[in-house]
């Protein structure tokens, strides 16, 4: 039986993420199903009132969202860079049980996505894939995503549903890029000029090296 695969992102409330900031929205996406799931502020906000305090919005979104985990032990989560201490799984984790003061599911099995695309089709041209390039090369052009720094000013209006449409929307493009991946489908940084530059190299190379041979240098 195939473990379920899911892609993951989140944002949160500063501009430069770190393990303080308020987490605001986490989208997910099961590549099977393409079905969509949002943990947010702004459905937190709906169930608890207006006046509820960030601290309780984000503690409500944490708490479902875990629980969904906890749901899926064997699964694997597929994201973009959520592998460093400021932005990533680790904080995510650390936010629920700093809210909950009690241990929170693991993340038992993750891949990065730009690392999968560089060793798959990047590593000839040494172009490290980014993520928002990538959505334009591959035609994701949903007006709802916005960068980081307009999903912190978001935040501080406390206008969490742009931040919701924002996250689903990256959610999706990056489950759109990596079936493209998959599928062998993906547009790269490294476009037909570049591989032609390899390629002349390559040739180069070996050519210079018969030559080389040949004069038994």
Same mark, same amino acid.
């Given at each position: 039986?195939?473990?379920?695969?899911?892609?993951?992102?989140?944002?949160?409330?500063?501009?430069?993420?770190?393990?303080?900031?308020?987490?605001?929205?986490?989208?997910?996406?099961?590549?099977?199903?393409?079905?969509?799931?949002?943990?947010?502020?702004?459905?937190?906000?709906?169930?608890?009132?207006?006046?509820?305090?960030?601290?309780?919005?984000?503690?409500?979104?944490?708490?479902?969202?875990?629980?969904?985990?906890?749901?899926?032990?064997?699964?694997?989560?597929?994201?973009?860079?959520?592998?460093?201490?400021?932005?990533?799984?680790?904080?995510?984790?650390?936010?629920?049980?700093?809210?909950?003061?009690?241990?929170?599911?693991?993340?038992?099995? *993750?891949?990065?996505?730009?690392?999968?695309?560089?060793?798959?089709?990047?590593?000839?041209?040494?172009?490290?894939?980014?993520?928002?390039?990538?959505?334009?090369?591959?035609?994701?052009?949903?007006?709802?995503?916005?960068?980081?720094?307009?999903?912190?000013?978001?935040?501080?209006?406390?206008?969490?549903?742009?931040? *919701?449409?924002?996250?689903?929307?990256?959610?999706?493009?990056?489950?759109?890029?990596?079936?493209?991946?998959?599928?062998?489908?993906?547009?790269?940084?490294?476009?037909?000029?570049?591989?032609?530059?390899?390629?002349?190299?390559?040739?180069?190379?070996?050519?210079?090296?018969?030559?080389?041979?040949?004069?038994?240098?």
């Amino acid at each position: 039986m195939m473990h379920k695969q899911f892609i993951i992102h989140y944002a949160c409330a500063n501009l430069l993420p770190d393990p303080t900031s308020y987490v605001t929205a986490i989208g997910i996406c099961e590549i099977s199903t393409q079905q969509l799931l949002t943990f947010s502020m702004e459905d937190a906000q709906k169930d608890l009132g207006p006046q509820s305090s960030f601290v309780a919005l984000e503690a409500t979104l944490l708490k479902a969202f875990f629980a969904f985990v906890s749901d899926h032990p064997d699964a694997l989560w597929i994201h973009w860079h959520m592998h460093n201490a400021a932005y990533g799984f680790e904080v995510l984790r650390e936010r629920y049980e700093m809210v909950w003061h009690t241990p929170a599911p693991q993340f038992t099995s *993750t891949i990065n996505l730009p690392d999968k695309i560089f060793e798959t089709m990047q590593r000839h041209c040494r172009i490290y894939p980014n993520m928002y390039r990538c959505f334009k090369r591959n035609g994701v052009n949903d007006q709802a995503i916005l960068s980081g720094k307009e999903e912190a000013e978001h935040f501080q209006k406390a206008t969490f549903a742009l931040i *919701t449409y924002s996250v689903r929307a990256k959610t999706e493009a990056l489950a759109v890029i990596y079936k493209k991946l998959q599928e062998k489908r993906l547009e790269t940084s490294c476009n037909r000029s570049d591989k032609k530059v390899w390629v002349a190299g390559l040739l180069i190379c070996m050519v210079a090296a018969a030559y080389l041979a040949m004069r038994g240098v």
